[in-house]
């Protein structure tokens, strides 16, 4: 992973051309965005606060690449990501998610993203810890050292529980002791259970009501001796050893800041929001979302259970087809803060072509690496790619333009008869000619019914 001040705009877009074909301005309305985040973070001064982030809206049809571009570009920075779906909010007061919800679930995703690195990072310590722990189940030390009375005496034995140590030592190392099963005195803080039964739901709140009311009684200490093998002692106590270097209150401030500094939110379907003039009725689940969503936008504190957030430096990155609405449907206040609007292309055959076998997870090779795990070579000729892609587009142009999912489709349709089959058929090798491509689709794609049904 690069870091944040070799990510420029070009390097971005570079990486981001390893997983999606096409789209560059796309690419680049997001790569300046990214970097304008390391570009405020190097100003000084009362100017930093005062720098907003560019948020963008990515118009284009399902299948295209809006999704997976801001996946990527989160992946790049290690930065907390979620993706949320617009039309499943409601304004507040109504039944139905309330759009701070997407910034709970944002900064739980990073606390535990957050800890999940910092475990990492201690492993090494913990693991000396865990050793450390298991040498002294298998060679417990003197109970009362100041028993040797001669200073010869307890030299000797000093140097003797040496030596007994590093043989033992060696052995627990080398993976001699594995299977040896020890016994040792687990104490573990056992806060009483409590189930909360109700037809309230308490995610709106975002408050564990079983962990508030178990840290109101008193906890006790439950002493218990547990029988298990060396290795297994080993991976228990690295986790104990683990948890009890990750501070809390370091993991929260790490997060917050990670949300606050480096969130990324994608809010996709937003043009189920957007909504022409109304005639008078109320609908919760548009305007009413729109009015609800622009603070957060805009820069507001949101409360979680790990503290306070503010938004005003999040991301945000909207997306939605606009078939039947246009961008200018959504208020006026929502419109001024996503002042980035770009155009996606609908996929070409060229581009399918592509898409099989260009990027690093193309999908002809991962059906490679799935057949090459019944032990068969997957082998598909330059005719039968451009088959593959013909058809994808001519079936998007006929029916629902649905983007590269439609290769998926026929990539599924295409092989399985090999993928149900192959596990007793014993082939070593498959060609996949162009010939056949035409054989086993040409008549769905023929046939309107068939195809609107199967492709």
Request: overall charge negative; some cysteine; charged content about 30%.
């Amino acid at each position: 992973m690069l870091s944040p001040d070799q990510l420029t705009p070009k390097i971005i877009v570079q990486e981001l051309d390893k997983y999606i074909i096409g789209q560059t301005e796309a690419k680049k309305a997001v790569a300046i965005a990214l970097r304008n985040r390391w570009r405020r973070r190097q100003v000084t001064g009362s100017m930093q606060k005062e720098i907003m982030p560019n948020n963008i809206i990515l118009i284009g049809p399902t299948g295209v690449g809006k999704t997976e571009i801001s996946r990527r570009l989160s992946r790049l920075t290690n930065a907390p990501f979620i993706k949320v779906e617009a039309s499943k909010f409601t304004e507040v007061g109504y039944v139905g998610r309330d759009v701070e919800s997407m910034v709970r679930e944002l900064m739980n995703i990073a606390v535990a993203q957050t800890r999940q690195k910092m475990l990492e990072d201690v492993k090494p310590l913990a693991w000396q810890n865990a050793i450390d722990r298991v040498m002294n189940i298998l060679l417990p030390p003197p109970k009362d050292p100041a028993c040797d009375t001669l200073e010869e005496v307890a030299f000797a034995e000093r140097e003797r529980r040496k030596r007994n140590r590093d043989k033992m030592l060696s052995k627990l190392l080398s993976g001699d002791l594995d299977t040896r099963e020890i016994e040792f005195v687990d104490e573990t803080d056992t806060p009483p259970h409590i189930e909360v039964m109700s037809s309230f739901n308490f995610d709106m709140l975002d408050i564990n009501i079983s962990d508030m009311i178990a840290n109101m009684m008193p906890k006790k200490v439950q002493e218990k001796v547990i029988k298990m093998s060396v290795a297994d002692a080993l991976k228990h106590f690295t986790e104990l050893e683990s948890n009890r270097l990750v501070n809390r209150e370091r993991v929260v401030e790490a997060a917050t800041q990670a949300v606050e500094q480096d969130g990324i939110i994608f809010i996709d379907e937003i043009d189920k929001i957007a909504t022409k003039e109304s005639s008078g009725s109320i609908d919760v689940s548009r305007s009413g979302v729109q009015r609800d969503l622009l603070p957060i936008v805009e820069g507001s504190s949101v409360p979680t259970r790990y503290g306070t957030i503010d938004t005003s430096h999040i991301l945000f990155i909207a997306a939605g087809a606009f078939n039947a609405e246009k961008p200018s449907d959504l208020i006026p206040e929502l419109q001024g803060r996503f002042p980035i609007r770009v155009e996606l292309m609908s996929l070409t055959q060229y581009d399918f072509e592509r898409i099989l076998t260009e990027p690093e997870n193309a999908l002809i090779t991962q059906y490679q690496e799935l057949f090459r795990t019944e032990g068969t070579q997957l082998v598909f000729h330059k005719e039968a790619i451009r088959e593959i892609a013909r058809i994808a587009a001519l079936a998007n142009e006929k029916m629902e333009d649905i983007g590269a999912r439609r290769l998926h489709t026929i990539m599924n349709i295409l092989l399985e008869m090999y993928l149900f089959d192959l596990p007793e058929c014993g082939l070593k090798k498959i060609s996949i000619s162009g010939a056949f491509v035409r054989r086993k689709l040409d008549q769905l794609i023929a046939n309107d019914d068939l195809s609107r049904f199967i492709l």
